[in-house]
């Protein structure tokens, strides 16, 4: 079976530091993987999609960036943190074939201060 | 714009009762929708989906209707446990996932 870990579970950073999420999926290959924004509990904003090593799409500006370095890994980073980055960050995958539906990750709560 | 949108954002049913949560969608080109389930504190949790050729779809306690005519979705959970408190997010895709803003479930014992 499929199993998407994330860490760390919890993060506190002070503004201007910098952010590395990880986020692995085991049991599948070749995943489309997705990192999300949630803010007070409520709505999902997609951030970034990947189809593959290398391969990264953004879906908003923002101070962040994601990189797949390997076929299974997926990394939320940010060289300078905002008070704004706060919130729960979710990370995603799903098939490349035979379904749309997403399987998400325990999440990351992150408080920047 | 996206507008994948709840008609109510809080929900309180007695225990044993039926819910129905309400998504109302505004594309319809939209081919596909899920509902998820979330508990506090932790990722959303797949709780059934429906493609757009469909009208309905039935799980274990929960079905999934779907009215293209007035773009309307919505979950159906029988029998209501407490352990169906959490809050409930329709999504429809449209190229890419489209999440609503979530409705929380209360279950009153």
């Known amino acids: 079976s499929q199993t998407i870990h994330q860490w760390p579970a919890t993060l506190v950073q002070p503004v201007g530091s910098p952010l590395s999420l990880e986020c692995t999926v085991e049991?599948?290959?070749?995943?489309?993987l997705y990192w999300y924004r949630q803010a007070a509990g409520r709505g999902l904003q997609l951030l970034f999609y990947s189809v593959g090593i290398g391969q990264i799409s953004s879906e908003v500006p923002q101070n962040l960036s994601a990189s797949r370095p390997q076929d299974r890994q997926f990394i939320l980073s940010s060289k300078k943190l905002l008070l704004s980055d706060s919130g729960f960050y979710l990370c995603?995958?799903?098939?490349?074939?035979?379904?749309?539906?997403?399987?998400f990750g325990p999440g990351t709560r992150l408080t920047v201060t | 714009g996206e507008s994948v949108g709840l008609h109510l954002p809080t929900l309180s049913v007695q225990e044993g009762d039926n819910s129905i949560i309400n998504c109302a969608y505004s594309?319809?080109?939209?081919?596909?929708f899920i509902w998820y389930k979330q508990e506090s504190g932790k990722g959303p949790q797949f709780i059934i989906d429906i493609r757009s050729n469909m009208d309905k779809r039935q799980g274990q306690r929960v079905t999934v209707l779907l009215n293209k005519t007035v773009k309307h979705l919505s979950l159906q959970i029988a029998a209501t446990q407490p352990g169906d408190s959490a809050v409930y997010f329709c999504a429809e895709r449209r190229g890419k996932l489209i999440f609503g803003q979530g409705t929380e479930l209360s279950v009153k014992p």
């Open positions: 995603a995958w799903s098939r490349t074939s035979g379904g749309y539906e997403q399987y």
């Open positions: 594309n319809s080109a939209s081919d596909y």
């Open positions: 049991g599948t290959s070749n995943p489309n």
